[in-house]
């Protein structure tokens, strides 16, 4: 295979050899055999991670991308590799790897088959599209569980096109973090992110924030007012709770959505609209229809790509990143982080009704609770007691005891308890004083780490 500066040469009867059609290709790419082994990794893969061929070609996909001795499908994730060998056709998932800082990042993996000439799946081809740093400190979606990496991976393909979305699920799961996600990966994303809530504004409110009004067209209105449709132009228009908007303006909605083109309250004009429509509700939209509280054609033409947010007891691996993430928002969050197990435990053990919003009060309470000290388990605090069977997903989530059955959490698996100066130099000293490389055999995050070093006072040279 060709690297660095090599070049090929080729007689001009000859046929163009693999690693010269995969370098081809404008994004990361590999082809990987049954084994799991690399064996071919294109020009763009080899500058993206900073590596030569040498040091990925024969070695297994799951080493170099997870740093795992086992298949990623071994480890709790859906194997693209395994998938297209089984049905032979192509996959795309949501996989979080390693990047060329030994940190974490978000992948968009398409795995196509490559067929012999007896038409069987020899190797597979993988492209790689970089979708979000895990740790970045503005990170949108915090997690790495399954069902938060599904949900991504619907994000990454309706974010370019221009389709209406509309965002399902439960109060506090987050649906305006996934609408500004949506926003910032589109090719909207220079122009404005506008959100109105439905939930909180009266029907003559929604109408002039949401259409406009021109001087006098009501009692008060005593100069031309833009409305929000009209500010969002160029970029992302959020409606939240659009399960509460009124019949009546239900109407203006639809016939704005299908002409593309908005008129003031009072006006006679239009105004051309260029604005991408995502909306968000907790309701049973099925329920709204079938009582004739939300018309029917507004609903089949908002919900173009419906995507359901998944509740925090669906996705209980992400609560140690989500805890942590809050914490390190807070002042003086040093102190706190990283979570110790006992902590992290106690924090597994609810069912959070309220999900990420819920969550997010509890961090910061127990914060507030614990003052200057360590943070400790009495200090987490639930709003109410939460009983077996009370509640969605009840019993699943419930204190272990020394004679219980529940296994260890996942999230629990990972080194987390507070680390110690001789814990912090021994892991620099094997990564070389990499930080990226040492937080990743630590199981945080490189701002973590980054935090304990300040602590500390630790030099990252590991001499």
Known sequence: MADGGQEFCVPHSAKPSCEQIVDVIAEPFV????DYRIVAANRAYRTHYGVSAREVVGRHCHEVSH???RPCSAMGEHCPLEDVFRHGRAVQVMHLHFDREGGEEYVQLHASPLLDDAGEVRFIGESITRALPAHDDDALLVGRSQPLLRTISLLQRVAPTPST???LGESGVGKEQVAKYLHHYSARSQGPFVVVDCGALGESLIESELFGHEKGAFTGAAQRKQGLFEAAQGG?????EIGELPLALQTRLLRVLETGAVRRIGGTGYVKLDVRIVAATNRDMRRLLESGRFREDLYYRLSAFPITVPPLRERKDDI??????????MEDAERHLPLSPEVIETLLTWNYPGNVRELRNVVERAAILACDGALRPEHVVFDEPQRAGAGPGAGVSGSSTPGGARPPSPALRRPCARLSEETVAHALRQCQGHRGRAAAMLGVSERTLYRRLRRTALSGDPS
């Open 31 to 34: 082809v990987i055999d049954r």
């Open 67 to 69: 740093h795992s001795a």
């Open 165 to 167: 979305v509309l965002l």
């Open 236 to 240: 992302t228009l959020f409606i939240d």
């Open 320 to 329: 140690p990143m989500l805890a942590e993430h809050f914490l390190s928002r």
